[in-house]
């Protein structure tokens, strides 16, 4: 197994910019740290559970996955759209409303969002089961590529805070940069291109 490679891809994949971290960061600009910590915690459990339903059950998930993968890349980018909304709509009075932001969002968020999906059901099988089958190594690459995650949206996380007083000054270009980048997120995994 090529150690490098396996996490090179890892980590330029958790912690490039995708919809969960964009909604970290947006978080953090329009809610409290615990606030988003809510979000973290969910995303990195619904990230650890298709890991590890990824190193379960992968020969079946290959053989449905054309079909999975076009609804999810419906349902993940009409998701991402919704959100790009509330992002470019936060601090409205209509948008106060709707919370984004939480944990049930993060967990979800996760389960929809083809770049995760995509990412669970080859990382497993492209850079851990060639060479290795036991439960027990298993289960230590999914705990390690998890951890990987959780670090990743950390990064955004803090990155969030340190500059949530800048974020905040240029409230209303920060939510357009980051819905557009939702928007970018949706159409990129939508499969229309």
Same mark, same amino acid.
């Given at each position: 197994?090529?150690?490098? &490679?396996?996490?090179?891809?890892?980590?330029?994949?958790? /912690?490039?910019?995708?919809?969960?971290?964009?909604?970290?960061?947006?978080?953090?600009?329009?809610?409290?740290?615990?606030?988003?910590?809510?979000?973290?915690?969910? &995303?990195?459990?619904? /990230?650890?559970?298709?890991?590890?339903?990824?190193? $379960?059950?992968?020969?079946?998930?290959?053989?449905?996955?054309?079909?999975?993968?076009?609804?999810?890349?419906?349902?993940?980018?009409?998701?991402?759209?919704? $959100?790009?909304?509330?992002?470019?709509?936060?601090?409205?009075?209509?948008?106060?409303?709707?919370?984004?932001?939480?944990?049930?969002?993060?967990?979800?968020?996760?389960?929809?969002?083809?770049?995760?999906?995509?990412?669970?059901?080859?990382?497993?099988?492209?850079?851990?089961?060639?060479?290795?089958?036991?439960?027990?190594?298993?289960?230590? /690459?999914?705990?390690?590529?998890?951890?990987?995650?959780?670090?990743?949206?950390?990064?955004?996380?803090?990155?969030? &805070?340190?500059?949530?007083?800048?974020?905040?000054?240029?409230?209303?270009?920060?939510?357009?940069?980051?819905?557009?980048?939702?928007?970018?997120?949706?159409?990129?995994?939508?499969?229309?291109?």
């Amino acid at each position: 197994m090529n150690l490098t &490679a396996f996490l090179v891809y890892c980590v330029v994949v958790t /912690f490039t910019p995708g919809p969960t971290n964009i909604v970290i960061l947006s978080t953090v600009q329009h809610n409290s740290l615990k606030q988003a910590m809510k979000y973290v915690w969910g &995303a990195t459990l619904a /990230f650890g559970l298709l890991l590890a339903a990824s190193a $379960l059950l992968n020969r079946i998930l290959a053989g449905v996955l054309p079909g999975v993968l076009t609804v999810m890349q419906a349902v993940g980018s009409l998701y991402m759209l919704y $959100l790009a909304v509330q992002i470019y709509r936060m601090n409205t009075a209509e948008a106060q409303n709707h919370n984004t932001s939480g944990f049930a969002s993060g967990l979800l968020m996760q389960f929809i969002n083809p770049k995760v999906i995509l990412f669970t059901l080859t990382v497993i099988p492209g850079y851990v089961l060639p060479y290795y089958s036991s439960p027990l190594i298993l289960t230590m /690459f999914v705990i390690v590529i998890t951890v990987i995650g959780f670090l990743a949206f950390m990064a955004w996380l803090v990155f969030g &805070a340190v500059f949530r007083a800048f974020l905040q000054a240029h409230r209303r270009t920060a939510n357009t940069v980051m819905a557009l980048f939702m928007v970018y997120s949706a159409v990129m995994v939508s499969g229309i291109f």
